[in-house]
């Protein structure tokens, strides 16, 4: 079997790189080929456990998702988690590798690309489609030495480009001529065509927009893409997706409030609830207080857990929490969340900062202690109120104290997890992706007082990739990217 290439990059970040090549998954996995999704360097703090113990970004697991597989370090061998405003965690193979700083990363990026085209390959032996997905913008010239996103990658693995551009944005067509024009000329000569994403209207009346656009670059235009409204149905990729505008819900019975940190991570966690009919997911952000009638709070996870409980406190919002719960609301704290919600944080070994311990918000009687050991594994349990559930779970540190006495579950092969408030209205626990899970979703909604739920979350998640996978179709010649995609020497 001869594997055959195709990448898709794009004029800048969040043009639609990731649902495309989802979408693309499904529908070739539906001709019955043999397709395997892969991002060489993928920068989020949403990220996924895999079968084998490791770690990609969540949309590469959504790709994976989509063409019918499970997800392998391999589709996504560098993952970069933001710690602070100028470093990052760096994940290879699914395993934590270190810490630099973005100056230093520059001068690493080089060495890194042996496991790229090791990945690579090994993804291309199994495969008869390899889609490949850039990293932010291709025209990113000042990052181009030692690149291993995107034209670095193309040229080193001999992969043919498609350009995506996003119209909804704005400028689409000075973005995607002015791509060609930044770039050198043996990078530009790698890409064959370009796409316009997310085309509100008629679409006659940018039909000279794509041809002036073929003028200008020579590159072939090989479709104008209608905006998906479904899309909102299905995982961001990054933060970027959580300032998206989302529908008012007028008759919503129950009301979600969520504080949106610097360095939250895997707030995919509250897509269900976002599904919900009957919740209301507030979203809060800097200088707006804890709104009246919540009747949740959700502490979500962090990459830096410390630095994020000192911006918690800093927005007033440790304040906000502590009178909800003495008015009788309820909170739950998600891995990150879950560590901030005792009594103290220490980290003596620096693992996300300078040592030391920092008090946390006194809610549950625990105490964690953060260590370089990071524990990534699905996990199967039961709630304290005998409802299963299947998540994963995601962290660095281990949570004890007397609070741990009430679990907030059981974990199959394990035993208990998480800790609840005597009261049972403060709970925290490492369980990521614990709202997917339809029966646990509904009993939440039940105990808030929400109504009886009729979401299937996950079955949702598919017909939305089966309707982009038909979106795509109609707009693209599936037929003329296989043929622009080029085989994958042995």
């Known amino acids: 079997m001869t594997a055959r290439a195709l990448m898709f990059q794009g004029t800048g970040s969040d043009v639609g790189k990731s649902l495309i ?14 397709v395997r999704p892969f991002k060489p360097q993928n920068m989020s703090n949403n990220a996924a456990v895999t079968a084998d113990g490791g770690e990609i970004g969540r949309a590469q697991a959504l ?5 019918g597989l499970a997800p392998s370090v391999h589709m996504n061998p560098v993952l970069l988690k933001p710690q602070s405003e100028v470093g990052a965690q760096i994940v290879v193979q699914g395993r934590v590798h270190g810490a630099a700083r973005a100056a230093e990363y520059q001068r690493l990026k080089p060495g890194l690309m042996p496991f790229v085209l090791e990945s690579f390959r090994h993804l291309a032996a199994e495969a008869d489609l390899v889609l490949v997905e850039g990293a932010g913008s291709a025209s990113e010239i000042n990052l181009r030495a030692g690149d291993i996103a995107n034209m670095g990658f193309a040229r080193a693995a001999g992969v ?34 370009f796409v316009v994403n997310r085309f509100r209207g008629d679409p006659a ?25 479904a899309a909102a149905r299905l995982p961001a990729e990054d933060a970027l997706g959580l300032d998206g505008p989302r529908p008012a819900k007028p008759g919503a019975r129950v009301k979600v409030a969520v504080p ?14 976002d599904a919900e009919p009957g919740v209301e997911v507030v979203r809060l952000r800097s200088g707006a207080p804890l709104p ?24 007033g919002w440790d304040v906000d929490i502590a009178a909800h719960v003495r008015r009788g609301g309820r909170v739950l704290g998600l891995c990150g969340g879950y560590q901030m919600l005792g009594r103290a944080i220490a980290d003596p070994n620096g693992v996300e900062g300078p040592p030391g311990r920092v008090e946390g918000l006194g809610l549950l009687d625990i105490e964690t202690v953060l260590s370089g050991e990071k524990r990534l594994v699905p996990i199967r349990g039961t709630t304290a109120d005998g409802v299963a559930f299947s998540a994963y779970e995601m962290h660095m540190g281990r949570t004890e104290g007397p609070a741990r006495a009430r679990p907030f579950a059981t974990i199959e092969g394990e035993g208990p997890e998480g800790a609840v408030s005597p009261d049972g209205r403060v709970m925290g626990t490492y369980a990521h992706g614990l709202f997917g899970d339809d029966a646990q979703r509904a009993a939440w909604l039940a105990r808030l007082g929400a109504g009886p739920s009729d979401v299937a979350y996950e079955a949702g998640v598919e ?14 010649d599936l037929d003329r990217l296989l043929a622009l995609a080029a085989p994958v020497p042995a």
């Open 463 to 476: 017909a939305a990739l089966d309707a982009l996978a038909e979106h795509l179709g109609h707009c693209l």
């Open 63 to 67: 790709q994976a998702r989509a063409a």
């Open 21 to 34: 090549v989802a979408g693309l998954a499904r529908a070739f996995a539906r001709r019955g080929l043999a």
């Open 205 to 229: 009346l940018f039909a000279e927009g794509m041809a002036d656009i073929a003028r200008r670059t020579g590159w072939a235009p090989l479709g104008l893409i209608p905006f998906f409204p």
């Open 292 to 315: 009246a009638g919540t009747d949740l709070v959700i502490l979500a996870g962090s990459k830096s857990t410390i630095a994020d409980l000192a911006a918690l406190r800093a927005e």
């Open 260 to 273: 949106i940190l610097p360095r939250i991570s895997n707030f995919d966690d509250l897509d269900p609830l």
């Open 160 to 193: 043919p480009v498609v350009l995506i551009g996003d119209i909804d944005r704005g400028g689409v067509i000075a973005s995607l001529v002015g791509t060609q024009a930044v770039l050198a000329p043996e990078d530009a000569a790698l890409i064959r065509g």
